[in-house]
């Protein structure tokens, strides 16, 4: 049972109670042996990505603190508690850094803004992992992965907790090395990790981990590419009948057990062990059933893992990774959750740090605290469009879901209006906001887009294909009349949009502040104006 004990609640303004709780000192012991990192899927940055997790039928899959902000300060010391006091002494981010466009679409808000920014930042270190699944690879050069070597550099070698193994290199991972090596070949990404280990060189250089079995096979190969160790991350379909869909979690051990056995006795790369204590995709798939799961996941079974890996441990390294702390819409989350509570962390720290582990109760935040860590709007799955034909979702921004700014920021509201109880406040500097779901349209298809807006604005929609990938395109051609006028009222930009492209199948509405004062904005418009052109 879950219960409350807000004593153990430690905030910035009492520090002195961190010290005198034997609970939270329990990190100084634990990272006497193993050092145990841990996955951080940081992309729960909206109400809307929470959606599929709050609706998930099968299991509650609430966290302890709520459907949380991930770049929120309080919500980024409360994690740190929660993995400190069982022994976690590193994150390992998950970094979706866009190499094409030079820009970290989603993925860097909690560690930029929240993780960084903690009083209780340094009890832990961090590392990267460069998630580098971009559909778009075609700008792979040498000179834009030096571009993100220096971003790197500059944003996170500069910090003192930034993770490093015992001979002063900085641990980066990469998630698919099998790209790297099928864009440049294998000497070209030995080159190229080469040239951004020299980039690198004045805060240590790069210790280069890649996310791949130990096979002799795969091990030589990457170890030619100059790559420095493996690891794994979660483990869906291993011991499992081929093409099952689902399948009990106590195969997994017996069927990747031998594979880390033989790789650690080849010796041909160092392995990072990585336990994980279950898999299950069908929240991000849908709630149709789709998706895989493994069945059975009792925290015994995780501790019994945790033992078993624990002994391939290289001995330069003596490094574990756990997969992950709350990636909850692939099962695969240790984070305390209302259901379960800390019970997987516990037989983790029971297993690893035997001699640490002292009873104690679940951190859980009051809810004065989740109303400032959470979002409280969560939508529905398939948020019900608006009646009368229009295709945007929450026109009238009346709800806390649907929207989004150009970049990192508060969403602000203003009760001067045109319909409705609120309007969008759009400061300069956050340059703009767009609609989150996205539209669909069809081929020779006319449309009808138009906003209110009090300020100087201009009104466009991006175009994305039919997996919702952006085209790195915009359309523009809106009636000018309104543009950007500024005299004090409420005026109502608008024009067609005309789909004359096969690969164009949703569109977006985005409205971009182009003055130096704030602008209000209201009640937009997409609406289907005639079959053809």
């Known amino acids: 049972m879950i219960t409350r004990n807000c004593n153990m609640l430690v905030k910035k303004e009492n520090k002195e109670s961190v010290s005198s709780n034997p609970v939270l000192e329990m990190k100084d012991s634990c990272r006497s042996s193993v050092k145990l990192g841990c996955y951080y899927f940081n992309n729960w940055v909206s109400p809307e990505v929470w959606s599929s997790i709050k609706y998930f039928k099968e ?38 850094y866009d190499v094409a466009s030079r820009t970290v679409p989603y993925g860097d808000a909690a560690l930029d803004n929240g993780f960084l920014n903690t009083g209780n930042c340094n009890d832990m270190e961090f590392a990267i992992m460069w998630c580098n699944e971009e ?80 096979t002799d096979a795969d091990a030589t190969e990457l170890k030619a590419a100059g790559f420095d160790a493996l690891t794994l991350y979660s483990y869906n379909n ?6 099952a869909m689902s399948a009990p979690y106590e195969t997994i051990l017996p069927a990747v057990e031998p594979i880390i056995r033989t790789g650690v006795k080849s010796g041909i790369l160092p392995v990072i062990p990585c336990v994980s204590p279950n898999w299950d995709s069908r929240p991000w798939a849908g709630l149709g059933g789709r998706g895989s799961w493994r069945t059975g996941s ?48 516990d037989a983790m720290q029971k297993a690893l740090f035997p001699d ?40 009238s921004f009346e709800r806390d879901y649907g929207w989004g700014i150009f970049g990192i920021g508060e969403m602000q509201y203003s009760e001067d209006c045109v319909d409705g109880k609120r309007s969008f406040v759009l400061p300069p500097v956050q340059m703009g906001v767009k609609s989150k779901y996205l539209i669909e349209v069809e081929l020779h298809a006319v449309y009808n887009l138009s906003v209110w807006v009090k300020g100087k604005a201009e009104m466009q929609c991006a175009l994305f294909d039919k997996d919702r990938m952006w085209l790195k395109k ?17 005026v109502q930009l608008k024009g067609k949009f005309v789909n004359t492209e096969e690969d164009v199948v949703f569109i977006d509405i985005e409205i971009k502040n182009t003055g130096e004062a704030d602008v209000l904005v209201d009640l937009a418009e997409v609406r289907r104006f005639e079959s053809g052109i």
């Open 59 to 96: 299991e509650n899959l609430e966290p302890i603190l709520g459907y949380y902000r991930d770049d929120s300060v309080e919500v980024q010391e409360w994690h740190i508690r929660q993995a400190t006091q069982h022994g976690i002494s590193f994150w390992v981010f998950d970094w979706y």
């Open 135 to 214: 559909k778009d690879i075609s700008g792979w050069t040498e000179e834009a992965l030096l571009d993100m070597t220096h971003i790197i550099c500059e944003r996170y070698l500069t910090k003192s907790n930034y993770l490093k193994t015992p001979d002063g290199r900085n641990y980066f991972e990469i998630t698919r090395p099998d790209r790297l090596i099928d864009h440049f070949g294998l000497q070209g990404t030995n080159t190229i990790l080469r040239k951004m280990n020299e980039a690198a060189a004045e805060y240590g250089g790069f210790y280069y981990v890649a996310i791949k079995y130990p």
């Open 238 to 243: 291993d011991g499992a009948p081929k093409g």
């Open 298 to 345: 009792t925290p015994e079974l995780f501790a019994d893992m945790c033992v078993a890996l624990q002994k391939y441990t290289d001995p330069g390294l003596n490094m574990m990774l756990i997969g992950t702390w709350n990636e909850f819409g692939e099962g695969s989350h240790i984070e305390p959750t209302v259901a379960k509570g800390c019970k997987y962390l």
């Open 356 to 395: 640490s582990y002292t009873e104690h109760e679940a951190l859980i935040p009051t809810e004065e605290e989740k109303v400032r860590m959470d979002y409280n709007d969560i939508p529905p799955v398939n948020p019900e469009k608006e009646q009368d034909g229009n295709l945007v979702i929450n026109p």
């Open 474 to 490: 915009k359309y523009e051609k809106f009636d000018e009349c309104a543009q950007n006028r500024d005299d004090g009222r409420w």
